[in-house]
C-alpha cells in the first residue's frame, strides 16, 4: 500500500495548505526586502535622505533592527561632514534612529559618533541629531534627498567608540 492513500481527505488538506505556505511566506519576505530603504524611512516619519546614494543593501528585521550596507566607507554633506562606515546599523522606530553605529560627524575639527537621529514633532520641520553631548537641530529638508557620497580616502581616522577613537599615525 503506498502512503499517498493512506492520506485522509483532511491530512491531505493540511499538507496542501503546508505546501502553499512553504511556497508563499519566502515570497512576502522578498517582496518586503525589495521595498526601498527611502521608502521605509518615510514610512517610519524620517526623511529618505539619512543615508547616501551608495547603499547595497539592508535589512530591517521584526524587531526594528536595520542594518545598512554601502559600497564603501564615505562622505557625505549635509551641514557638515558625515562619515559612513561600510555597515551602519541602528535601531528603527516611528521618528527614531536610536543607538547608532558607523555614523560620525565633523564638528569643530572633531569626528563625533552620530548616537541617535530624532523627529520629536513632524510638523515642526525639525530632525534632532545627538552626538553624544549635544543635540543638534536640523531643517527635515536638509535631509530629502540621499546625498552623493565620496570616498573617504586620504582621511586618516579609525572609530571604534571612545577607546578607539582618534587619529591614526599617518607614516
Known amino acids: 500500500m503506498s502512503s499517498l492513500s493512506l492520506l485522509t481527505p483532511r491530512s491531505h488538506h493540511l499538507s496542501i ?10 515570497l512576502t519576505a522578498t517582496t518586503a526586502q525589495e521595498s526601498s530603504l527611502l521608502e521605509i ?11 547616501p546614494q551608495s547603499v547595497k543593501s539592508f535589512k ?8 545598512v550596507h554601502l559600497d564603501r566607507p564615505c562622505l557625505a554633506q ?24 558607523g555614523m560620525s560627524r565633523e564638528e569643530l575639527f572633531l569626528w563625533l559618533p552620530v548616537k541617535d537621529i530624532i523627529v520629536t514633532d513632524q510638523s515642526s520641520g525639525l530632525i534632532l541629531i545627538d552626538i553624544g ?11 530629502d534627498e540621499p546625498p552623493v557620497c565620496r570616498s573617504h580616502q ?3 581616522f579609525r572609530m571604534g567608540g571612545r577607546k578607539g577613537f582618534g587619529f591614526g599615525d599617518q607614516r
Open 154 to 156: 586620504g582621511l586618516s
Open 41 to 51: 524611512l518615510r514610512n517610519h516619519g524620517l526623511p529618505a535622505g539619512l543615508f
Open 17 to 26: 495548505s503546508l505546501l502553499l505556505l512553504v511556497i508563499i511566506l519566502p
Open 133 to 143: 553631548f549635544a543635540y543638534k537641530r536640523l531643517s527635515f529638508s536638509r535631509f
Open 60 to 67: 530591517l528585521d521584526q524587531m526594528g533592527r536595520l542594518e
Open 78 to 101: 549635509y551641514e557638515t561632514t558625515v562619515f559612513f562606515d561600510t555597515v551602519v546599523k541602528a535601531n528603527l522606530s516611528f521618528g527614531q534612529l536610536k543607538v547608532l553605529q
